[in-house]
């Protein structure tokens, strides 16, 4: 096995300095004097990364200011950085500083703390650590920075920005390691913050995960000065935990099935971490305690009480972190070939290295190169095998269910700057961690399959696509629909979508023509001069050549008048399906020429579906005719067409389960023309919900203006104000000024009136999409579960779970979308008595998402 893995590594990554595709821009990413953008949402803030041509890799956290700010910023955001210099030293020389200009400047020096407690957690124990010494001589400081510090801890729990809470809440716990609080403050903090574990929910969730996350900071504190209150947490962490439902395991698992590494449940998994480091009485190797030099100094400063910390009420529309797995890749026998061995799964280091490997990707996800360069500077790197936590680290967030937290380009990318930067050791690992994922592939969740494939062909892409692939030759003989043949499948087609259909077959071994698709042309039959419509095809050929409008299109493909009964088409399908194979053979020498042609004739294709279940069939019938080879070319067409409103989401759902496709069931082109649909109409719903939201913000602001404007005037005389009232409507509006304050704002309410009515109708769009692909995912497994059952064969068969990995994939990739109309899918699928208890049983699953 050692000598294939060396073959693997050698022939798979070239030690040669590769270039991202896509990356024309790398170095325009975000400025090194970038002030730190503000985000929403569940995922937090994210900040951005400096440039690479910065040689101290020096990040601004503060918006530009004068020359005293600039010098603070630069202190607080690089202090630690320097190696070469003691960490002591350097603290007590910014104490110095920052209370020598502390009269003056302590907003501004409360302002940079704030920012580096959320967007450095790295060095959370170094800012703990300064503030305490500044507050042993300042106490104002340390009250006022606590102040401050709530502030934005109810800010980022109220706007949803929880990875921002998790940092301040971790940071104010260490407070007590720094003299600043005391424990028994903390010990009433995070009893707070258990206040609502008697209930299960996503917010509770949090809530016990946060709790659990701060222990390894001040478990020790507690253990030798409040150990009872460090037990009653425990007891209550414990109820909890053991009491909480896990029915999204096989959800969120990147494998099915029991593997030799467990896939447990984060909060499970931190929690055993804790418990095995509450047998070691609370001694951790990992955190940087600077605060012990200072310890005689900083017991002596004054303790200070919290302001109220104010926890929302829970609420189903709030985005909460969503439960995650664990994921494992190495064990302790991967890294026999490095000094420092690989912490145990179940032990604290080894969550304290991923988090701190996490925060350096939050920190700098914008730029890869940046990314590389800090996550290889890690200062834990000489303690730990790093390479190997590296790649874990990454894959754990790439594999990460129900999507990843970063764009999939920006994993390929960040590996391959990995690969180039550390190239002596890097490309074997990783060539280690692609077998062993390979291995694993056979019990892989589909959509994982799917993006081990995207990220492997994107990979091999920027590596001449070589690699040992005769070691993969054992996928040959399997069943075309289980995982590992899928996956090896797919990679070489996506291959040669960034490469060539030639240069892909060369490089393959001979017994893997089996897995080659044809080769990428245009087919058109009618070209043969003996097919029937050849003629017709000629004629076509010379109007679209003369450039002819889309009206004589509509009328060369009419049936005769007296042909057509009421309600009947009044178009050809032969003649329109000729029309438009000869339309995509004129235009086939590029995607663009197929688009511009595609748009030219937009009209008439419009008139076409206006009879959508004939026409709509034929022109899908035709493009897969035509480009049946060129599977890009399919999905491209298809997605330009639903975007042009030519398409119905509803006839791509029904021609993917149709019998049209049943020998390309097992391809993944045909699932991802599926999920497109899908795609685009939640795309018009996410469009109209903007504009109906944004104009109704613009209407009640208006409208707010203009009524405290007329309260104000003086006896109720409005025309006192009729000036001031032009100017509030006209404010950022290009609107007739001949009107009336109330005529345009009645115009305004129109505009209104009809972003609701077309937002109304995407949401039903949407809602029929959802409810039609659960309702003909769940037919067509019922109805194989029926024929098994029938034939008196098991049911499952690599078939059946071919076509329950394709459902998951379905629900996991659109969840918000589902979860958006889950008492729809709800009262109408699983309330059926029809439905058998092995579907049902995948709705429970994917539903326990969110409990």
């Not at 304290?352 to 990314?371: G, K």
């Not at 206006?610 to 493009?623: E, H, N």
């Not at 409507?729 to 009136?753: H, Q, V």
């Not at 109408?828 to 049983?841: H, P, Q």
Request: charged share 25%; with cysteine; glycine share 4%.
């Amino acid at each position: 096995m050692e000598e294939s893995m060396e073959v693997a590594s050698a022939e798979a990554i070239p030690v040669q300095e590769p270039i991202p595709e896509q990356n024309a821009a790398d170095d325009k990413v975000v400025p090194a004097s970038s002030a730190v953008p503000e985000s929403s949402g569940a995922s937090g803030m994210k900040r951005a990364a400096p440039r690479d041509d910065d040689p101290y890799g020096r990040k601004k956290i503060c918006a530009p200011g004068n020359n005293m700010s600039d010098e603070l910023e630069e202190l607080m955001a690089n202090i630690g950085d320097n190696s070469e210099r003691n960490i002591v030293e350097t603290l007590e020389s910014l104490r110095g500083t920052l209370a020598e200009n502390l009269e003056t400047q302590e907003p501004l020096i409360i302002n940079i703390f704030a920012r580096c407690i959320k967007f450095k957690p790295e060095k959370l124990t170094i800012y703990s650590t300064l503030a305490g010494l500044v507050n042993v001589n300042s106490p104002n400081f340390g009250k006022e920075l606590i102040n401050r510090i709530i502030v934005e801890l109810n800010s980022s729990l109220a706007e949803g920005k929880f990875d921002i809470a998790l940092r301040i809440i971790t940071f104010v716990a260490d407070l007590s390691n720094t003299g600043i609080i005391t424990l028994e403050t903390v010990a009433n903090f995070l009893n707070q913050l258990l206040e609502f574990v008697s209930t299960e929910n996503l917010q509770t969730d949090f809530f016990v995960y946060t709790v659990l996350h701060t222990l390894p900071w001040i478990g020790r504190n507690f253990y030798l000065n409040a150990p009872e209150p460090l037990n009653s947490i425990l007891d209550k962490v414990s109820n909890y935990v053991g009491k909480r439902k896990k029915h999204h395991l096989k959800s969120l698992q990147v494998w099915t099935g029991k593997l030799e590494q467990e896939q447990e449940d984060y909060i499970d998994s931190l929690w055993n971490q804790i418990l095995q480091l509450r047998q070691d009485d609370w001694n951790e190797e990992h955190i940087l305690r600077v605060g012990i030099a200072f310890k005689n100094v900083l017991n002596e400063s004054q303790k200070h009480d919290l302001p109220e910390v104010i926890i929302p009420e829970y609420n189903e529309n709030t985005n909460y972190p969503l439960p995650r797995i664990v994921f494992r890749l190495f064990t302790q026998e991967d890294c026999t070939d490095v000094e420092a061995p690989l912490p145990s799964a179940n032990s604290i280091e080894r969550f304290l290295v991923e988090e701190d490997l996490n925060w350096i990707i939050s920190n700098n996800y914008l730029n890869w190169r940046v990314c590389g360069r800090e996550l290889l500077a890690y200062y834990r790197g000489d303690s730990i095998p790093l390479e190997h936590c590296i790649v874990e680290v990454i894959f754990g967030q790439f594999f990460r269910l129900p999507e990843s937290p970063y764009m999939e380009l920006f994993y390929g990318a960040l590996l391959i700057e990995l690969c180039r930067k550390s190239a002596n050791r890097f490309p074997a690992i990783l060539a280690h961690a692609t077998q062993t994922l390979y291995s694993r592939t056979e019990h892989m969740q589909l959509v994982c399959v799917e993006r081990f494939a995207s990220w492997f062909s994107y990979h091999l892409s920027n590596f001449q696509f070589r690699w040992s692939w005769g070691q993969w030759s054992d996928c040959v003989n399997l069943h075309d629909l289980s995982p590992k043949y899928v996956f090896v499948r797919e990679t070489i087609e996506k291959c040669m979508r960034l490469s060539f259909y030639k240069k892909v077959c060369e490089i393959l071994p001979e017994d893997f023509v089996a897995l080659l698709p044809q080769e990428p042309v245009f087919k058109f039959v009618v070209d043969n001069v003996s097919h029937p419509a050849h003629e017709e095809s000629k004629l076509f050929a010379l109007k679209l050549r003369n450039k002819v409008s889309p009206e004589e299109i509509i009328l060369a493909v009419k049936r005769n008048e007296d042909e057509v009964k009421d309600g009947e088409c009044v178009f050809d399908p032969d003649l329109v399906a000729i029309f438009t194979g000869t339309l995509l053979k004129l235009a086939n020498q590029t995607f663009s020429h197929t688009f511009a042609a595609l748009n030219k004739y937009h009209n008439a294709f419009i008139e076409f579906v206006k009879y959508a279940d004939i026409m709509q069939p034929v022109l899908l019938r035709t493009i897969h005719e035509c480009w049946g080879n060129h599977i890009q070319f399919i999905i491209l067409i298809i997605d330009k067409l639903l975007k042009m409103q030519v398409f119905d989401p509803h006839i791509i759902i029904a021609w993917v389960f149709s019998g049209d496709l049943k020998d390309e069931i097992g391809r993944s082109w045909v699932w991802e023309v599926l999920n497109i649909a899908v795609t685009r109409a939640s795309k018009q719903y996410y469009l109209h919900k903007e504009a109906k939201d944004q104009l109704q913000r613009t209407y009640d602001k208006k409208v707010s203006k203009l009524e405290s404007l007329k309260k104000s005037a003086p006896g109720g005389d409005d025309s006192l104000f009729e000036g001031e009232e032009m100017d509030i409507i006209d404010e950022e509006e290009d609107i007739d000024t001949s009107k009336t304050p109330d005529a345009r704002l009645a115009a305004l309410s129109d505009e209104l009136n009809k972003a609701v009515i077309a937002h109304d109708k995407a949401s039903d769009d949407l809602r029929n999409v959802v409810l039609d692909v659960c309702h003909k995912f769940a037919l067509a497994i019922t109805e194989n579960l029926y024929a098994s059952e029938e034939e008196g064969v098991p049911f499952d068969t690599p078939f059946y779970r071919f076509l329950i990995g394709r459902f998951r994939e379905v629900l996991i990739l659109h969840w918000r979308e589902i979860f958006l109309y889950w008492k729809d899918v709800e009262s109408e699928l699983l309330n059926s008595s029809a439905i058998d208890d092995r579907i049902r049983e995948i709705f429970v699953e994917f539903r326990a998402l969110k409990y």
